[in-house]
């Protein structure tokens, strides 16, 4: 039996069929070969109003899309998420929840100023969250989890993004080649992470996008010990720079994003305002 | 971020589409499968289960008042508008494209885990029943020692439901003539019967 702490979550459901449930390659790769799926089972691409580190085309003047969970029939925000289960008394369980997407797993928080906060847009019931519930170690491991899988992810977005746009003109791909290439990406830092092993990964994700004060990595007195997500990023890089290889190296997305925006917030949004306003934060 | 190996068997159920066999058999769980599931889950049983009443003698037949009268368990099934299909589990997922998930996965009932062997004679066999559209079953599709534990351990925890309905059958006999039990309250009984033998209570034996 599993020694998770409880959580009001259980039978409730309503996030599954409140949101638009992003994913990145690796949430993708995981259920797919845990639930031996084809990604286009439970996959759908959407189009974004702009152009983000997570947004990809499949021609070089294509929409920009993201990818999310399917929902139950048409995709639609309020529909049921494709893996929801409905049991009786109108109870609902996820149907894989042992492999559920960074974003479902780290719901309804968030990290503010490196402090685990409810997001202020969660639809979860009043007080379904006690204040020990939030303290709980797990949510900082899975909110960390995911920035590394997104970050990591950003990489591999902008080398297929790369690759479409020196593709000869009038090329689309079809959203089979994107996934595909996800596939083998993943499979391959897959192999990089077995590696590593658990614990050296929790170290990785632990002080993951951490920077020494100064931002500068290159410094001679910066122990570089302390920065091991470095390392990670680069040999992942290595990896990912193997596919396409009459692809030139991308600018790391990931360094850029930590060098230049050390202690980024999420969006306001998300923020409740006493929290906002106890932080002294303007904006 | 490593995937473990899957056994062949593993890999043919995982990969069958139509999981036929989630639609036409009923579900016979045990009360360990109805305690870890739930406990796992956080649902109550009574939202992924329904009874029906057994038209004969059964170890796994409970009582619900002073009468004859026995039920056993069964995994519910989904609401279906399907007249010539079977419901499916109500465990079971569906894709938009067509293929069938099992939600519960490792959790799944021992006589899902087992499916479709039987131990014979001492021998390990392969069933082919009816309801298994996407594959013939032989001995070479599974590892014999993992399936003759996998069919032990059900036969095991059908033996341990076996006395624990036999203690609850004892107790709704010594109530009133008039006292009726619902599945809640047999539900009730049989979550704090397994939370009892998982803290190491022994099983006590059948008095019925």
Redesign the interface.
């Known amino acids: 039996?599993?020694d998770a702490p409880?959580?009001p979550c259980?039978?409730c459901g309503i996030c599954c069929r409140s949101y638009v449930v992003p994913v990145n390659g690796?949430d993708i790769w995981?259920i797919s070969?845990?639930?031996?799926?084809?990604p286009?089972?439970?996959i759908v691409a959407y189009p974004l109003p702009k152009k983000n580190a997570e947004s990809f085309h499949l021609s070089k003047d294509g929409f920009n899309c993201a990818l999310a969970l399917?929902k139950?029939?048409e995709f639609a925000i309020e529909r049921d998420c494709?893996?929801l289960?409905?049991?009786?008394?109108g109870?609902a369980?996820?149907?894989?929840?042992?492999h559920r997407p960074g974003a479902c797993r780290t719901y309804p928080m968030t990290l503010f100023r490196n402090a685990v906060i409810q997001r202020k847009d969660s639809r979860c019931p009043p007080n379904a969250w006690s204040e020990e519930a939030k303290r709980w170690p797990s949510w900082r491991v899975s909110l960390k989890r995911m920035d590394m899988t997104f970050d990591v992810y950003h990489e591999v977005v902008a080398r297929w993004n790369a690759r479409v746009d020196q593709s000869p003109e009038g090329t689309t791909y079809p959203l089979t080649t994107y996934l595909n290439y996800l596939m083998n990406v993943?499979d391959r830092?897959?192999?990089l992470?077995?590696q590593l092993g658990e614990e050296a990964?929790a170290r990785v994700r632990e002080n993951w996008a951490a920077l020494p004060e100064h931002g500068d990595l290159s410094d001679e007195s910066v122990n570089h010990d302390q920065y091991p997500w470095v390392t990670y990023l680069s040999a992942a890089r290595e990896i990912i720079d193997e596919f396409y290889p009459d692809v030139a190296s991308q600018v790391s997305i990931a360094l850029l994003r930590a060098t230049a925006n050390q202690g980024t917030d999420p969006p306001r949004h998300l923020i409740p305002d006493d929290v906002w306003e106890a932080a002294g934060a303007k904006g | 971020?490593?995937?473990g190996t899957m056994s062949r068997k593993e890999?043919l159920w995982?990969?069958c589409k139509p999981k036929t066999c989630c639609y036409v058999a009923t579900v016979i769980p045990t009360g360990r499968d109805v305690w870890?599931i739930s406990?796992?889950?956080?649902?109550?049983p009574?939202?992924?289960l329904r009874y029906f009443e057994s038209p004969e003698p059964r170890r796994d037949a409970f009582a619900l008042d002073g009468s004859d009268r026995r039920f056993r368990l069964a995994l519910?099934k989904?609401p279906s508008r399907r007249k010539k299909t079977p419901p499916p589990c109500?465990?079971l997922?569906r894709?938009?494209?067509g293929?069938h998930?099992c939600?519960l996965?490792d959790l799944r009932p021992a006589s899902c885990r087992s499916f479709p062997s039987e131990v014979t004679q001492g021998g390990v066999l392969c069933l082919n029943p009816i309801g298994c559209t996407c594959h013939e079953w032989n001995l070479s599709d599974v590892d014999v020692a993992q399936e003759r534990a996998l069919v032990e351990t059900r036969q095991q925890d059908g033996a341990e439901y076996a006395a624990i309905v036999a203690r609850w059958n004892v107790r709704v006999a010594a109530a009133s003539d008039d006292a009726r039990f619902d599945l809640p309250a047999y539900c009730a009984f049989l979550l704090g019967a397994y939370d009892a033998l998982?803290a190491g209570a022994p099983l006590e034996p059948s008095r019925e």
């Open positions: 039996m599993s409880t959580t259980g039978t690796y995981l070969t845990r639930e031996r799926l084809n286009e089972e439970f399917a139950k029939g494709t893996f289960v409905q049991l009786g008394g109870h369980r996820c149907g894989i929840y042992e993943y830092l897959g192999q992470d077995a990964l | 971020m490593s995937v890999d995982l990969a870890r406990r796992t889950l956080q649902a109550p009574w939202t992924f519910a989904q109500i465990f997922m894709t938009n494209g293929h998930r939600s996965g998982a």
